[in-house]
Nanobody, 125 residues
Framework: VQLQASGGGLVQAGGSLRLSCTAS????????MGWFRQAPGKERDFVAA????????YYVDSVKGRFTISRDNAKNTVWLQMDNMKPEDTAVYYC???????????????????WGQGTLVTVSS
């Protein structure tokens, strides 16, 4: 399974970005998908996850109401819509795939099997 993340960039505080992650080489509709982020010198932190069907989502508290995760299984793509962005959202964002087939709000890196290459998001104040 290969994951290709894109959509990062520079945005002012209060602005919006939409990240995309496209999968190839597997059965995307079977995978739970997640977004993580890693700021310089910090660990990789959970941001959001979506079940294989798209019917369930889960967010870290700091992004609830601002970020939205969604997917289209026909397009093998998951998105992260980020609104009302803050400087503390600055990080490299990674998409990840969990192939377990079971949804239980996977929120740690160890629960994911495949990773994209990361896309840099910078929010200026």
């Amino acid at each position: 399974v290969q994951l290709q993340a894109s959509g990062g960039g520079l945005v002012q505080a209060g602005g919006s970005l939409r990240l995309s992650c496209t999968a190839s080489g597997g059965t995307f509709s079977h995978y739970n998908m997640g977004w993580f982020r890693q700021a310089p010198g910090k660990e990789r932190d959970f941001v959001a996850a979506i079940s294989w069907s798209g019917s369930s989502t889960y967010y870290v508290d700091s992004v609830k109401g601002r970020f939205t995760i969604s997917r289209d299984n026909a397009k093998n793509t998951v998105w992260l819509q980020m609104d009302n962005m803050k400087p503390e959202d600055t990080a490299v964002y990674y998409c990840a795939a969990d192939i377990s087939g079971s949804w239980y709000r996977q929120a740690t890196p160890y629960e994911y099997d495949y990773w994209g290459q990361g896309t840099l998001v910078t929010v200026s104040s």
